[in-house]
């Protein structure tokens, strides 16, 4: 089953991940990282395919996804 490890004190709040992910799974989090943004959220291990478009997407590489 993948897994996606996001690092959300180097998110910056972009939005590409949760634009791109196929099975919309990437939300914003309720919560503010360090540099006061929401950042990206993973919800639902279930759904993900790996197809790491998310990772792929990602400008700073806060984004890992393990198959």
Partial sequence: MPKIVI???RC???GLCIEFC???IIV???SFNQRGVH???FTDEEKCIG?????????????????
Wanted: hydrophobic share 40%; with cysteine; aromatic share 10%.
């Fill in 7 to 9: 690092d959300q004190e």
């Fill in 12 to 14: 910056k709040g972009c």
């Fill in 22 to 24: 196929p099975k919309k």
């Fill in 28 to 30: 914003w989090s309720k």
């Fill in 39 to 41: 950042p990206a959220e």
């Fill in 51 to 67: 197809c790491a478009f998310c990772a792929i997407m990602c400008p700073d590489a806060a984004i890992e996804v393990w198959r």
